[in-house]
């Protein structure tokens, strides 16, 4: 029998929104601890939310680039629960009327497909607790600390339907959304510190045709290569349970990162009911058509059609791939080198290759940071085509350029890495050597043709790598007559 | 010399027969007489209020006036937060609890120059219509000290009745300002759902709640209203946009005035003789100034009580959720987390909240949410229809407040559906978002005050002020008699 893995994945987004979601409170959970909280965040008895209309204008961002309806009157509702770190013991979200709905993320690479959209919803996020004691458990904790900075910090949750099939794609799905979180400019996006978090659904059917699986939900995931393992080896523990005729129990599992494996948690029975009802601190939201063409209006460029522009302007799909895939900065250095002449599969070649070596040699963190610019790249690489300048040459110059020491004309002069392509110069180099090495330059004229090799490589070492090899070459067969 | 009204109180002020710290003594002085048996404050803050006195008396002196609240010592029900002052909805749970901020309301009142006397006495979480449910005790009708002052605002009742404080903040969810003010006697306002700010009300029912006042005349209730109304960034359901004053067409009289008279409202029956006598005689007077009456029927308002039995413990259960001893209030320890937040609980709320949160939480549980919960939404927009349809023939409508006048403290403990029967001519207002306030028309065979409700449609509140005025001039209450220290307090505790 073939198994087929059925997979959903739903993605908390934290907004970099200045404030939080429903009160003044900075939305920076990296302070002291309680230093960022008010009456609001802390759930104080008396206290009222206020949504953060640039939170509102962020999501329909979102989900305008998700392709995603925008609903016309959303609802905030209270979802009840009690834990510790959630001060009112609910948690404003929404239930029937999010935001958005019904949207597609095209997945491309490897592991093509439209990944459908379910919707869009604003939330706030919880505080944060750490136990104490015990193995860093709550059941064994002594006692728990309590940071509610990160309280009421603004959370996007996209939920797709379940259309990935494979972990790979599950990953490529994760990747292609941070991306365009990362294009929007709503999110730091980053993994490593939480702002983007990943949880996922997995069953396992027999086959396409096959009624749906009973399904797991896993957590705990914190980077795309711990996703794709996770998913990984849920489909292979259904899987095999399943192929053995055991069943699958319907739960929560938590991914344990250094063992490779999912670990259970409590059994769900049945789903949680969190008698949800629409706060009513809260007046229905009126996102009408202006607010929302406002908003499609301010969307960036989208990774997916700047990967389609690219390879218009001739760079393969791989190299179009890593430019939108990476640090920004360098997308833009490419851009730029192209706008300020330089060849766009070179351009790209250099921006992802020797600039980012380059960088991460000088200890360098972004091109930002640096005095690399466009046309100095394209400046540089002028002078490669022109043969000014060697490639190993080149590479210094760049360093030079990094460290700040100038444009790279100035680098190379400075640094006396000039490129010697002077046929008067290189001609009297030529003749001295053909003078030191009689017996090798007899052989070359009978015909030994692997000793102009010999004989470049001279010339190269006299003029300390800066002639032109090309030139080099062609004189000394010139002279050999041949 | 004692003063009972805001306005004359605020007349004094200003042509130097009295002073603030004058008005403050007063308060206390009657305070110290009458507060061993009423208990209508929770704390009293003596020496706050002398200071504040001192310092509005300076203000005065100095030529900086703040208006006609400046000056004046106001009693507020203990659900609204109040700076370095402890605030404890009348819970166990918050026992002890001072807020770091004050309420939209009490800060402009404050900005009003007002002087926070000190934090009245409530049901516990205003659920109950008697002030009985306290976690500290009840509070007595100043009328006669056998009989609950109504509630759940009964201690601001009671104190502005006993003249304690000049005037009283309440909060009405389901008519607890309308139907305290009619037991003890004084005018009670629950303004236009979003007319004032709910920011620092600790929730009852959200989506029902309202902080209103509560004075011996309408004109001081306008005062009191209009200093803690408008707009409030901090609360998104206040509204935004300027409203009349409430009094500002007090005066107007009611000639041409189409009354509707309501008297079944919320399916009402067995309304006492003396209170529907009271409520025609005042009828007849409104006719006799120009009043053109016209009985009304608001048939979906009979499913009024148990629409708001569903809508305001399915939201106090939420709103409640916050009080498990994590981040203030009491904490009873456990071996686990969650045990103490349960046995914090239990032990923080007395039995009618514990029932309302069970209620609330069993109406929003899955399966039962649409039948109960989505049904009573059902209700209240039909209830909003039955108004509209009522007010495109009628300026106002009118009805008595309450069914019946104070009643004999324990007389309704043991049956939450009798006590929650108090409610049914006030409820309505609340499930419409629509102002109404309680005027005193009269006393009962045995000498309790009986009160007159007048409602209008939602921002509507100076039209209502100003019908609400004419009742009184024409009923010629004398609300200040427990006032009088000859009088002194009639019922079974001295
Ligand atoms: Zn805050």
Redesign the interface.
């Known amino acids: 029998m073939t198994w087929e893995a059925v997979i959903g994945l739903e993605t908390h987004v934290e907004l970099s929104t200045a404030s939080k979601m429903f009160c003044g409170c900075p939305a920076r959970f990296d302070a002291e601890p309680n230093t960022n909280i008010c009456p609001v965040c802390l759930g104080l008895p008396g206290a009222l939310p206020v949504p953060n209309r640039e939170a509102i204008n962020r999501i329909m961002q979102i989900g305008l680039a998700l392709n995603c309806s925008v609903t016309r009157r959303p609802v905030f509702h209270r979802k009840n629960y009690f834990y510790a770190d959630l001060p009112k013991n609910y948690q404003i979200s929404q239930f029937d009327l999010p935001v958005c709905v019904d949207g597609y993320l095209e997945v491309g690479g490897d592991h093509p497909g439209r990944i459908r959209i379910e919707r869009v919803h604003q939330e706030e996020d919880t505080g944060k607790s750490t136990h104490r004691g015990g193995d860093g458990r709550i059941s064994a904790a002594e006692y728990s600390l309590l940071d509610f900075n990160r309280s009421g910090v603004p959370l996007v949750e996209i939920v797709t339907r379940p259309d990935i099939r494979s972990a790979a794609q599950a990953r490529a799905y994760a990747q292609e959304l941070r991306l365009l979180v990362e294009a929007l400019g709503v999110s730091d996006a980053r993994l490593e510190e939480g702002s983007i978090r990943f949880d996922a659904n997995v069953s396992v059917r027999a086959g396409p045709r096959a009624p749906l699986g009973t399904k797991v939900e896993i957590k705990n995931m914190n980077s795309f290569r711990s996703l794709e393992r996770a998913v990984s080896y849920e489909i292979e523990r259904q899987t095999a349970r399943l192929s053995s005729g055991q069943r699958i129990v319907m739960e929560t599992r938590h991914w344990d990162e250094e063992a490779g494996v999912t670990r259970g948690g409590r059994i769900k029975e049945g789903s949680s009911d969190y008698r949800y009802f629409p706060d009513p601190d809260l007046v229905p939201m009126e996102l009408d058509r202006d607010w929302e063409d406002g908003m499609a209006a301010l969307l960036p460029e989208l990774p997916s059609v700047r990967r389609v522009r690219y390879e218009e302007m001739g760079i393969d799909a791989a190299q179009a791939a890593n430019l939108v895939g990476a640090e920004a900065g360098l997308a833009q250095l490419f851009e730029d080198a192209v706008e300020a002449g330089a060849g766009a599969p070179q351009a790209a070649n250099w921006a992802t290759g020797e600039v980012v070596a380059s960088l991460r040699k000088a200890g360098i963190p972004s091109v930002g940071g640096s005095s690399l610019t466009g046309s100095s790249l394209a400046e540089l690489l002028g002078m490669i085509r022109q043969g000014t300048l060697s490639g190993s040459a080149a590479r210094e110059v760049l360093a030079g350029v990094i460290a700040g020491e100038g444009s790279p004309a100035e680098v190379a002069a400075g640094r006396d890495l000039l490129q010697i392509s002077d046929t008067g110069l290189l001609e009297s180099v030529v003749d001295e050597l053909i003078a030191a090495n009689p017996d090798e330059f007899a052989r070359l004229k009978d015909g030994e043709r692997k000793l102009v090799g010999f004989f470049v490589g001279q010339v190269m070492r006299n003029t300390r790598g800066k002639a032109d090899p090309k030139l080099a070459g062609t004189l000394i067969t010139e002279r050999a007559g041949l | 010399m004692a003063f009972t009204t805001i306005v004359g109180a605020a007349r004094a002020l200003r042509d130097g027969s009295v002073t603030s710290v004058g008005l403050a003594e007063q308060v206390l002085q009657r305070t110290s007489m009458v507060e061993a048996q009423l208990h209508a404050y929770l704390t009293l803050d003596s020496d706050g209020l002398m200071e504040a006195a001192a310092r509005a008396d300076e203000e005065l002196a100095a030529g900086s006036d703040r208006g006609p609240l400046h000056g004046i010592p106001i009693a507020v029900k203990d659900n ?2 109040t700076r370095h002052m402890e ?1 404890t ?1 009348g819970s166990r749970i ?1 026992s002890g ?1 001072v ?3 004050d ?1 939209t309301a009490i800060r402009r009142l404050r900005d009003a120059g007002a002087l926070i006397a000190g934090k009245t006495n409530l049901d516990e979480f205003a659920m109950g219509s008697s002030t009985e449910n306290s976690a500290f005790g009840p509070t007595r009708n100043p009328w006669n000290t056998d009989r609950v002052p109504g509630g759940s605002s009964g201690g601001s009742a009671a104190a502005v009745a006993a003249g304690m404080a000049l005037g009283g903040l309440g909060s009405d969810t389901g008519g607890s300002i309308r139907q305290p003010a009619s037991l003890c006697g004084v005018v009670g306002a629950k303004p236009t759902y979003g007319a004032v700010s ?6 009852f ?3 029902l709640d309202q902080i209103g006042p509560i004075a011996h005349r309408v004109e001081d209730a306008a005062l009191l209203l209009d200093a803690i109304s408008g707009h409030d ?5 206040s509204y935004p946009g300027g409203i009349e004053p409430s009094g500002a067409r007090l005066g107007g009289g009611l000639d041409g005035v189409r009354v509707g008279v309501a008297r079944r409202l919320g399916g009402a029956d067995a309304v006492e003789p003396d209170v529907e006598a009271a409520f025609d005689r005042a009828l007849a007077a409104m006719e006799g100034a120009g009043a053109v009456t016209l009985e009304v029927d608001l048939p979906s308002t009979e499913q009024g009580l148990s629409a708001y039995y569903l809508i305001a413990p ?2 106090c ?2 709103n409640l ?4 001893g ?3 209030g009491l904490r009873v320890d456990g071996a ?3 045990q103490m ?1 349960s046995r914090s609980r239990a032990d923080g709320f007395g039995p009618e909240v514990t029932r309302r949160v069970l209620l609330g ?1 069993f109406a ?3 399966g039962y ?1 649409e039948a109960f ?1 989505g049904q009573a939404q059902k209700v209240r927009t039909l209830i909003r229809e039955d108004f509209a349809r009522a007010y495109r023939q009628c300026d106002v409508l009118v009805s008595p407040t309450s069914a019946t006048t104070a009643f004999p403290l324990g007389d309704r403990t043991e049956d939450p559906l009798s006590m929650y029967v108090s409610d049914v001519f006030t409820i309505p207002s609340n499930l419409a978002g629509h102002p109404a306030i309680s005027v005193p028309v009269g006393l009962d065979r045995h000498d309790l005050p009986i009160g007159f409700q007048v409602m209008a449609p939602a921002l509507e509140e100076a039209v209502m002020f100003q019908v609400a005025a004419a009742v009184e001039s024409l009923a010629g209450f004398d609300t200040t008699v427990p006032f009088d220290p000859s009088y002194g307090l009639r019922g079974g505790v001295r």
């Open positions: 609204m937060t605030t909805a918050l609890y807020p770091p901020y309420a709910r920011y620092g009300l600790i929730a029912a959200s989506s960034p901090l609360d998104s359901t399915a939201e259960s939420a959720a916050r009080f498990d994590v981040r203030y686990t987390t969650e937040m939480t929003l549980s899955a949410h919960y």
